[in-house]
C-alpha cells in the first residue's frame, strides 16, 4: 500500500505544478450564475411563473428558425447566438420546474417517483 501511494505522489507533482497556471475567471463566471440563479428564484417564487412556459417555447421556436437559416449563411454568430441562448433557455426551464415541483409540495401534492 505504502509502494502504490509513493508511486502516485511521485506522479502527482507533475499536476501540481500546473495548478497556478490554471484559468480562474470561471470562478467569476460561476458566482455571477449563481447570484443570477437566486435573484431568478426569489422573484419568480409564488405563482408568478405562468408565463414561463410559452415565452421559453417562442424563445425555442425563434431559434429553430434561426438554426435552419444558419444552414444557408453559416454564421459563427448566429451559432453561437443559438449555443448560449439555448444553455440559458434550458437552464430556465429547470428553474422554471423546480419550483413548480416547490409549489406542488407546498400545497400538499405527495406524488413522488420510485
Given at each position: 500500500?505504502?509502494?502504490?501511494?509513493?508511486?502516485?505522489?511521485?506522479?502527482a507533482?507533475?499536476?501540481?505544478?500546473?495548478?497556478?497556471?490554471?484559468?480562474?475567471?470561471?470562478?467569476?463566471?460561476?458566482?455571477?450564475?449563481?447570484?443570477?440563479?437566486?435573484?431568478?428564484?426569489?422573484?419568480?417564487s409564488?405563482?408568478?411563473?405562468n408565463?414561463?412556459p410559452?415565452?421559453?417555447?417562442?424563445?425555442?421556436?425563434?431559434?429553430?428558425i434561426?438554426?435552419?437559416?444558419?444552414?444557408?449563411?453559416?454564421?459563427?454568430?448566429?451559432?453561437?447566438?443559438?449555443?448560449?441562448?439555448?444553455?440559458?433557455?434550458?437552464?430556465?426551464?429547470?428553474?422554471?420546474?423546480?419550483?413548480?415541483?416547490?409549489?406542488?409540495?407546498?400545497?400538499?401534492?405527495?406524488?413522488?417517483?420510485?
Amino acid at each position: 500500500m505504502a509502494g502504490y501511494t509513493a508511486y502516485h505522489v511521485k506522479h502527482a507533482g507533475g499536476i501540481i505544478k500546473f495548478g497556478p497556471v490554471v484559468e480562474h475567471s470561471w470562478l467569476l463566471s460561476l458566482l455571477l450564475y449563481s447570484l443570477w440563479v437566486l435573484i431568478l428564484e426569489n422573484h419568480f417564487s409564488h405563482q408568478s411563473t405562468n408565463s414561463f412556459p410559452g415565452t421559453l417555447m417562442s424563445i425555442l421556436g425563434w431559434m429553430m428558425i434561426a438554426s435552419l437559416l444558419n444552414i444557408f449563411f453559416r454564421s459563427q454568430l448566429i451559432f453561437q447566438a443559438n449555443l448560449y441562448i439555448g444553455l440559458a433557455v434550458f437552464c430556465v426551464f429547470v428553474l422554471y420546474d423546480t419550483q413548480l415541483i416547490i409549489e406542488k409540495r407546498r400545497m400538499g401534492d405527495e406524488d413522488y417517483v420510485w
